[in-house]
């Protein structure tokens, strides 16, 4: 991705050079459980040198999801005009809902002349993932049958040069890396639906959508979905050679980490897709982070047709705060339930910004929405200091 004009060439002299982040050998167990053909070099990442500025004060990361082709998308000027320096496409970036491989194909050629977004890519440098929409249909996961194909079309679209290891990989799954104001940026963009198990479902709930719904907007109360947490422990959105390769991202240093989730993580209750209803992924990637000292992490999510701030703190090391942004054409105005809501829920055309000011000692990460008219609606501050894994003294102090 980076910008289609500059993207390709940075990808392929990256990999000619081995100028990839990270230092030392993959652990041996991570690349015994890796997909066949994984190597160190493609878990290292890649490292965005044209974004990268060692004296910036200030960086700023836009995000956002969910947005039909169909539809008029002039939220592109409004998000240009808040100057990201790189923006992150967290997955429907079009809507495929496509059950065959034409239907796949004919999607992207409608992708393809949207003229804003268009041009938005050729302007921005940016990175993408894809949720069900663009993967292939609605709530899919593993068992999408041209999925294949599905990868490939991703790859060629976001302009992926012929080596990378996202044509590879069991799943599109990525690490970036960027150097700002000194500090080191970690970009992870996951992969939830090459590899994700069924979801499990209320029968009762989905058969009475209509009625839910209608009851919801004649009395103005909250809806939930008819999913619910699977407790098969071997249920999964990851799949195990992303699990690894996760692993390995989360021991290496980095002073700010973006997980770039196409699903809510922190969220709970919705009864909708998200990482609730894979509870044993969630804590396994809250033990990975506290077993690697994995400091500095915040999630970007997508999916849910509006925009709110949850953060999770059950089994967590330090406060998992998640900021969703959905969707740059998609509304959805029924309230839906969520215990770790922290923000208002936010019903209307939106965008994210990640400001990160690196001016003083404890650098300042704000979580921003935006409206589809670029007003501020929504925002969570954080400093650096409380992203951390407790030290030995701390836990020692608090049993004291």
């Known amino acids: 991705m980076f910008n289609r004009r500059h993207f390709t060439s ?9 100028s990839m982040a990270g230092s030392g050998p993959a652990p041996d167990h991570a690349v015994k459980r890796l997909h ?17 500025s060692p004296t910036a004060k200030r960086l700023r ?31 429907d970036n079009f809507y495929a809902d496509a059950r065959t491989e034409e239907t796949l194909k004919a999607r992207y050629e409608e992708f393809r002349a949207v003229s804003a977004l268009q041009r938005f890519r050729d302007d921005v440098p940016h990175l993408a993932t894809w949720d069900d929409h663009d993967f292939g249909d609605d709530d899919v996961g593993g068992e999408y049958a041209p999925k294949a194909l599905s990868q490939q079309l991703f790859c060629d679209e976001w302009k992926e040069p012929p080596q990378s290891p996202r044509r590879s990989r069991q799943g599109i799954y990525q690490a970036y890396w960027l150097n700002s104001g000194g ?21 009762a709930k989905h058969s009475g959508y209509h009625e839910m719904v209608k009851r919801a907007q004649e009395t103005g109360g909250e809806m939930a979905g008819w999913y619910v947490p699977n407790p098969d422990p071997q249920a999964t959105m990851l799949g195990e050679a992303q699990w690894a390769w996760l692993s390995y991202q989360l021991q290496q240093p980095a002073d700010l980490r973006i997980l770039v989730s196409s699903v809510q993580l ?8 998200g990482w609730s209803n894979f509870p044993h992924d969630r804590q396994r990637l809250l033990a990975l982070i506290r077993q690697h000292r994995a400091d500095g992490l915040v999630v970007l999510s997508g999916d849910m047709h509006y925009a709110d701030i949850s953060c999770w703190t059950e ?6 705060w998640d900021a969703t942004s959905s969707g740059l054409t998609e ?3 029924i309230p839906t339930p969520n215990r770790q809501r922290r923000s208002k829920v936010l019903a209307d055309r939106n965008f994210g910004m990640l400001d990160i000011d690196w001016s003083g000692r ?29 030290s030995p003294a701390d836990r020692e102090a608090r049993r004291t």
């Open 183 to 203: 500090r080191r940026v970690q970009v992870l963009m996951l992969d939830l639906r090459f590899n994700r198990t069924p979801l499990v479902a209320d029968p």
């Open 315 to 320: 089994g967590a090391p330090y406060p998992i």
């Open 36 to 52: 066949p053909g994984e190597d160190e070099a493609s878990l290292l990442g890649v490292e965005l040198n044209r974004l990268s």
């Open 362 to 390: 404890d650098p300042v990460v704000a979580m921003n929405i935006h409206d589809g008219q670029g007003q501020l609606r929504l925002s969570q501050t954080l400093r650096l200091s409380q992203l951390r894994c407790p």
């Open 266 to 273: 922190a969220a709970e209750g919705t009864g909708w897709e």
């Open 10 to 18: 940075l990808l392929g002299s990256l990999a000619a050079t081995g």
């Open 331 to 333: 509304v959805w105005p």
């Open 61 to 91: 990361i836009g995000f956002g999801s969910c947005a039909k082709q169909s539809k008029p998308q002039p939220i592109w000027t409004h998000i240009r005009q808040q100057k990201p320096e790189l923006f992150l496409f967290m997955g």
